[in-house]
């Protein structure tokens, strides 16, 4: 067996502040609820990407779990990290980690990243604009055996 090339991603529209946007999902993951509006894919956050059982995590673990996943993902972006590459495509900046996995993270920020690339998916509210081109979540990319995410375009 050989290596596997894998990468994870989290994208924002050109020019937004990344700042902002750290605060702005702060402060949702403050209000987050059991079986709210985004329960569906935090659900799936905490069971597939964390490896927890939501079922027995109270409102205040979740918020905390989601808080510091947030924290800690902004980190290299904020920092900056020579294992983040940042480009920018079709009126988005996306920033991106990866390389050659043995069964493990490729990079030190990869697992960061991809809980923060999930969580920027999964707090998004849903809109109806047109997006530039189509974005799957961190986990379907990453996790092709244990199938896709809920509302992943790659399901359809």
Same mark, same amino acid.
């Given at each position: ?55 027995? !995590? ?36 996306? %920033? ?21 690339? %999930?969580?920027? %998916?999964? !707090? ?14 961190? %986990? ?17």
């Amino acid at each position: 067996m050989g290596a596997d090339m894998i990468y994870t991603a989290v994208r924002f529209k050109e020019g937004q502040d990344i700042l902002k946007a750290k605060e702005e999902m702060l402060q949702i993951a403050k209000t987050l609820t059991v079986k709210g509006e985004h329960w569906g894919k935090l659900e799936h956050f905490l069971d597939k990407i964390m490896g927890l059982d939501s079922e027995e !995590l109270n409102e205040e673990e979740v918020r905390g779990l989601v808080s510091e996943s947030i924290i800690d993902g902004f980190e290299p972006l904020i920092e900056g990290s020579r294992q983040v590459a940042t480009m920018a495509v079709g009126g988005l900046v996306i %920033y991106l980690t990866g390389g050659l996995s043995f069964g493990d993270d490729p990079t030190d920020v990869f697992e960061t990243m991809r809980r923060l690339g %999930y969580l920027r %998916y999964a !707090l998004e509210p849903e809109s109806d604009e047109d997006e530039t081109f189509t974005m799957m979540c961190p %986990y379907c990319l990453n996790n092709k055996e244990d199938g896709h995410a809920p509302n992943c375009e790659r399901e359809k």
